[in-house]
């Protein structure tokens, strides 16, 4: 069974938009964790559109859980993590006119820096995950720079229409066995949502899967303890026989 791992970049998204000091991600972790979050992810990026640094340094103090902190694979996002020391990095890849984060990271071209960059965050006792497309041969570069985890995308399945969607599912199956088998702990996300997250949540290996966008969305409407309570259930019992795909 997948655990729960729930990005809170999108309530600072709202706090951005008016820069001023509410919601309080902060705050609203505290909730999530309260809902059943087994962990609080949050992405700081070098155009601080979201998540600040404030943020993350309270964070640190205040999670409860299990603070994950998804960068980018950069000399000033390492020295934050080294100050900070989250308890695990995600690296990803950024792009500035992204609206989000769009496909896995590359590791297969920048092998032997992100071997350093995962050796300097290893040696301060900080744990790496690198989201990456549910390809093969990332998988295997991602066994050869010493990450401990893949987060495999699964933004692909998620915007795939109806008649690929099993295809995409079969793909993030095969990623997560063959990752498995050459030792590697498996985490997955990105574009799930409470209409699609549940043939994800039966995958037998994933360990955690990272959910922002639909759960905030959700908040909204429930308020986040609840939106969170509702999301870990689907994840905890996914339905046997879905109305949807697989
Ligand atoms: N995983 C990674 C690596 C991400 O970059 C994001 C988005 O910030 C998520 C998971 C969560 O995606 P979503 O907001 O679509 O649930």
Do not use: C
């Amino acid at each position: 069974m997948a655990s729960l791992g729930v990005n809170i970049d999108h309530i600072a998204n709202v706090r951005e938009a008016r820069k001023t000091d509410e919601p309080d991600p902060v705050t609203m972790a505290l909730l999530a964790e309260l809902g059943g979050a087994d962990g609080i992810t949050i992405h700081l990026r070098e155009d601080r559109r979201h998540i600040q640094e404030r943020d993350l340094e309270l964070l640190r103090k205040t999670v409860h859980t299990r603070l994950n902190l998804e960068m980018a694979a950069t000399h000033e996002m390492t020295e934050i993590a080294l100050r900070v020391k989250p308890d695990m990095v995600t690296l990803v890849p950024e792009k500035r006119e992204e609206v989000t984060t769009e496909g896995g990271l590359d590791i297969v071209s920048k092998i032997k820096d992100l071997r350093k960059l995962i050796q300097t965050l290893k040696a301060s006792s900080i744990p790496s995950s690198v989201f990456i497309d549910p390809v093969f041969t990332q998988i295997e570069a991602s066994k050869e720079i010493g990450a401990i985890w893949v987060e495999l995308h699964t933004g692909i399945y998620a915007g795939a229409p109806l008649i690929n969607q099993s295809t995409e599912l079969a793909a993030i199956k095969e990623a997560t066995a063959y990752s498995k088998h050459l030792g590697l702990r498996v985490n997955a996300g990105h574009g799930l949502t409470y209409q699609n997250v549940e043939p994800i949540a039966r995958i037998d290996g994933i360990e955690e899967l990272n959910i922002g966008h639909t759960i905030v969305s959700r908040a909204l409407a429930v308020g986040l303890k609840e939106a969170v309570r509702e999301m870990k259930k689907l994840i905890i019992s996914p339905r046997k026989d879905p109305l949807f795909m697989e």
